[in-house]
């Protein structure tokens, strides 16, 4: 006999609200049961939520999430309970009783609208960085400071516009240098430590020197069974530097990087904002020559 949707009865609890989750919460919602989807968890997603990209195949893990949270969110046969855990568990197959604590909440999630107003209001205030008092001036170069205060001269604001500026330093210098991150803190009367962070966060950002040309080569999945590490040992030898060094006259900077993007003309590399695709062993030379 052939069980019709209509003739399903009773609910599904499904505990976490990862990717697998999320999924296997949508697959019982569309097969015409009710879903409880438990998170421990302020919010949906998971630890991929965290993440860059995904193995093996490099993609963004967000697109790979966003539509799975956004289907969770809509569907009208999935309740979401976060910020909630199981405490007990009782009865059989087909018929269990779930005892379910949810943690106290200042705010109304049906109300809620993400507009951050709550953060400003909370009674209970967390200072996340603590400057030291009594900071001494910072010791720089004269050419470089003249450089940094003109970038500085050119934003107004506070912290929410860390982010250009130091997007001109690096243009700047090809590198953030301590001096700058401390004389930025210092003429926007901004903690260190949230710059710091701020940079280290980007790869965009550098807090290492780097050469005036910056070789990246693909080390992604199509590009390394095509012979990136032999391309990679090439110019690391033609170069005289390991991978992440600078040659002797700031010329080369050597990396890696998992995906350029252009796997159908791997192996790949980049030197600045161009790309060579289908590069091997013996275009090294010309390649280097081009930028020389």
């Given at each position: 006999?052939?069980?019709?949707?209509?003739?399903k009865?009773?609910?599904?609890?499904?505990?976490?609200?990862?990717?697998?989750g999320?999924?296997?919460?949508?697959d019982?919602?569309?097969?015409?049961?009710?879903v409880?989807?438990?998170?421990?968890?302020?919010?949906?997603?998971?630890?991929?939520?965290?993440?860059?990209?995904?193995?093996?195949?490099?993609?963004?893990?967000?697109?790979?999430?966003?539509p799975?949270?956004v289907?969770?969110?809509?569907?009208p046969?999935?309740?979401?309970l976060?910020?909630?855990?199981?405490?007990?568990?009782?009865?059989?197959?087909?018929?269990?009783k779930?005892?379910i604590?949810k943690k106290?909440?200042?705010?109304?999630?049906?109300?809620?609208?993400?507009?951050?107003?709550?953060?400003?209001?909370?009674?209970?205030?967390?200072i996340?960085y603590?400057?030291?008092?009594?900071?001494?001036?910072?010791?720089m170069?004269?050419?470089?400071?003249?450089?940094?205060?003109?970038?500085l001269d050119?934003?107004?604001?506070?912290?929410?516009?860390?982010v250009?500026?130091?997007?001109?330093?690096?243009?700047e210098?090809?590198w953030?240098?301590?001096e700058?991150?401390?004389?930025?803190?210092e003429?926007?009367?901004i903690p260190?430590e949230h710059i710091?962070r701020?940079?280290s966060?980007?790869?965009?950002?550098?807090?290492?020197?780097?050469?005036?040309?910056?070789?990246?080569?693909?080390t992604?999945?199509?590009?390394?069974?095509?012979?990136?590490?032999?391309i990679?040992?090439?110019?690391?030898?033609?170069?005289s530097?390991?991978?992440?060094?600078?040659t002797?006259?700031?010329?080369?900077?050597?990396?890696?990087?998992?995906c350029?993007g252009?796997?159908?003309?791997?192996?790949?590399?980049?030197?600045?904002?161009?790309?060579?695709?289908?590069?091997?062993?013996?275009?090294?030379?010309?390649?280097?020559?081009?930028?020389?």
């Amino acid at each position: 006999m052939i069980q019709k949707a209509s003739d399903k009865v009773g609910a599904v609890l499904v505990v976490g609200g990862g990717v697998g989750g999320m999924q296997a919460s949508l697959d019982l919602a569309e097969s015409g049961y009710k879903v409880y989807l438990v998170e421990k968890a302020p919010s949906i997603g998971g630890v991929m939520a965290q993440l860059d990209k995904t193995f093996p195949t490099n993609d963004c893990a967000m697109c790979t999430l966003a539509p799975r949270m956004v289907d969770c969110g809509r569907h009208p046969d999935i309740e979401k309970l976060i910020y909630s855990e199981i405490e007990s568990i009782e009865g059989e197959v087909g018929n269990f009783k779930v005892s379910i604590r949810k943690k106290a909440r200042s705010v109304d999630p049906d109300k809620c609208t993400g507009c951050g107003e709550c953060v400003a209001h909370c009674l209970v205030r967390n200072i996340v960085y603590m400057d030291r008092p009594g900071r001494e001036p910072v010791q720089m170069e004269e050419s470089m400071r003249v450089k940094v205060d003109d970038i500085l001269d050119s934003y107004r604001g506070g912290p929410e516009i860390i982010v250009p500026i130091l997007h001109d330093v690096n243009e700047e210098f090809n590198w953030l240098p301590p001096e700058a991150l401390l004389r930025i803190a210092e003429v926007k009367e901004i903690p260190i430590e949230h710059i710091l962070r701020i940079a280290s966060f980007y790869n965009a950002f550098s807090l290492t020197p780097k050469g005036k040309h910056v070789i990246r080569v693909c080390t992604g999945t199509a590009c390394y069974v095509k012979g990136a590490q032999r391309i990679l040992d090439t110019f690391a030898r033609e170069l005289s530097v390991d991978v992440g060094g600078v040659t002797e006259d700031g010329q080369f900077s050597l990396e890696t990087v998992n995906c350029v993007g252009c796997c159908g003309q791997s192996p790949v590399i980049t030197v600045d904002e161009d790309i060579y695709g289908y590069v091997n062993q013996t275009m090294a030379q010309d390649l280097l020559g081009k930028y020389t």
